[in-house]
């Protein structure tokens, strides 16, 4: 089955700085990389996905890359802001990660 | 209105009991899950529903019985509760399954079981 790491556990950055997140899963198979964002109490929410077909999607401040051939997927945040302190989940179609809990220092 | 609803909100029950969790979906669409996300945030599938018939089982023990009346409604029921079952169940849908087509999943508000 597919099994999906990411990395890192924990992320402090300061306000304005980038932030990055690193997902590889192990099923050559999938084709849908969604990644959520989960607020504290709250459902994870999906800030923006990408498909295999597709080696790069930006969104405003958030980007994600995809390198099928190694089988790995990042999250891109620019110019991070205190809101953004969360916990983000990728996935490989419906197989999550662990989460990486972000927070951003104002 | 809600896109994904789930009842109740908050579950707290005794082990050994028999306990289940409701969802529905007005979103119109053909496919629904449950993941259980434990003390440590890991989000789990466990079931996949696509209009009404199971398209994903992982292992679960068999004390988990899924229930899909329509495809708007999947129910969960637990028998015989365990400590360990203590979590936040969500239920989710999306339009459908398939994988060059997956799409976004839309996440109910999740119920917080607790069993003493």
């Known amino acids: 089955g597919e099994n999906v790491e990411q990395h890192p556990s924990t992320l402090s950055v300061q306000e304005g700085d980038s932030a990055v997140i690193k997902c590889t899963y192990s099923d050559s198979a999938s084709n849908y990389f969604p990644w959520y964002k989960q607020e504290l109490g709250k459902r994870p929410q999906l800030i923006i996905d990408i498909r295999s077909n597709v080696g790069e999607k930006k969104d405003q401040r958030i980007a994600v890359t995809l390198n099928k051939t190694a089988k790995h997927f990042s999250l891109h945040i620019t110019e991070t802001q205190p809101e953004d302190s969360a916990v983000y989940f990728c996935a490989a179609t419906h197989h999550f990660g662990a989460g990486t809990r972000l927070t951003v220092k104002p | 209105d809600t896109a994904v609803s789930q009842t109740p909100k908050y579950l707290v029950t005794q082990m050994g009991n028999d306990k289940s969790i409701k969802c529905e979906q007005n979103?119109?669409?053909?496919?629904m899950y449950w993941y259980k996300q434990d003390s440590k945030k890991f989000l789990k599938i466990m079931f996949s529903y696509n209009n009404k018939e199971l398209i994903i089982n992982e292992t679960v023990p068999n004390r988990f019985s899924p229930k899909s009346p329509d495809k708007a409604h999947l129910n969960l029921h637990i028998n015989s509760l365990e400590l360990g079952d203590s979590a936040v169940y969500f239920c989710?849908?999306?339009?459908?399954?398939?994988?060059?087509?997956?799409?976004?999943?839309?996440f109910g508000p999740g119920t917080r079981l607790t069993v003493l």
């Open positions: 989710a849908s999306s339009q459908d399954h398939t994988i060059s087509s997956y799409n976004e999943q839309f």
């Open positions: 979103l119109g669409h053909d496919t």
